[in-house]
């Protein structure tokens, strides 16, 4: 199934929950919140007492991106503040195996991101833990970057390997996805897409969303 997830790193955060409803009335499926720690990615966004007051503005899913160096550490901040999904870099310190175990048993869904520099067969060992795969198409950081294309036949491949061992993940996309790169995203086998500029510097987000979700759709 197509999810759009516009990325509220390009939110107007002084509005917070007028933006969230309107995410919800333009036909958001889910809320994209990056946790940047201005270690692991040279940005600093905001941690779990932040997304604890978001909680209370909107029932959206809400699919946290951590790229942070310790995740592990975090992950019981994050779920009591109210996430669903909580993404994290296999590229960081925590041990992979015991940090989607702990998300999952938290009651989150357990999703792993590669960077661009990662080959995205380092996540083929955790398929089976994961409710979703994160394949990076900008370096991780700054919204409003360009699409990397070159990224797609990671996609491909990951969706190739879920296809053959008989896995029903997600496979999602960030980072300068918009209405001209959405196509190849979902053509590669992406149904989770996230949109940061793409949606909120449009002047009709509401059309944003259905135009990214039909171009997808042509797909699955
Ligand atoms: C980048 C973030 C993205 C970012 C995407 O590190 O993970 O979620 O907000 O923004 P756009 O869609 O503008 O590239
Ligand atoms: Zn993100």
Known sequence: MIKISPSILSCDYSRMGEEFENMKKCGA??????????HFVPNITL????????????DLIFDVHLMISDPKKYIPDFVKAGADVITFHIESDSPVDETLD?????????????????????????????????????????????????MMPKVEKLRAEITKRGLDIDIQVDGGVSLKTVEQC??????????????????????????????????F
């Not at 499926?29 to 201005?38: A, E, Q």
């Not at 941690?47 to 909107?58: D, E, H």
Request: hydrophobic share 45%; glycine share 12%.
């Open 47 to 58: 941690g779990a007492p932040i997304v604890k007051c978001m909680r209370k503005c909107s």
């Open 102 to 150: 702990l998300i999952k048993e938290s009651g989150c869904v357990p999703a792993l991101s590669v960077k661009p520099g990662t080959p995205v067969e380092e996540v083929f060992p955790y398929l089976d833990k994961v409710g979703m795969v994160l394949v990076m198409t900008v370096e991780p950081g700054f919204g409003g970057q360009s699409f990397m294309a070159d």
């Open 29 to 38: 499926d889910w809320l994209h919140i990056d946790v940047m720690d201005g």
């Open 186 to 219: 979902a053509k590669a086998g992406a149904n989770v897409l996230v949109a940061g500029s793409a949606v909120f510097g449009a002047d009709d987000p509401k059309e944003a969303i259905s135009g990214l979700r039909a171009l997808a759709a042509k797909y």
